[in-house]
């Protein structure tokens, strides 16, 4: 399999979005990905929709990984900037963090 270079979970759960904003998201990161070149290569992103990622409040959740860096509320503007400037440029967009993972331990 060809490696991914991260991936993308995109709560698309009713709890965090009662109007479940997130499946509307997911379906747009893929064309994003697509429009960026970003399906395959060694930039290749991975996206995952997921029920549940645990906050259910304020959302849309997605969260990035390996950087473990979690956005919300997510809405459609703010995924092109996600893609072009974190996925693409490698710079977290960082106004719109709300949680990141802790560093593992030495
Ligand atoms: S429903 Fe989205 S975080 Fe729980």
Do not use: N
Request: proline residues 10%.
């Amino acid at each position: 399999m060809e490696p991914y270079a991260r991936h993308v979970l995109v709560c698309t759960g009713g709890f965090c979005s009662t109007e479940r904003r997130g499946r509307a998201l997911y379906s747009q990161l893929a064309s994003l990905l697509q429009r960026e070149g970003m399906l395959f290569g060694p930039a290749r992103v991975k996206r995952s929709e997921t029920p549940c990622l645990g906050v259910c409040a304020g959302g849309p959740v997605i969260a990035v990984y390996p950087e473990g860096v979690w956005y919300a509320p997510v809405t459609p503007d703010l995924l092109e900037r996600i893609v072009v400037e974190h996925l693409k440029g490698g710079r977290v967009v960082e106004s719109a963090v709300f949680h990141r993972l802790a560093p593992p331990p030495p």
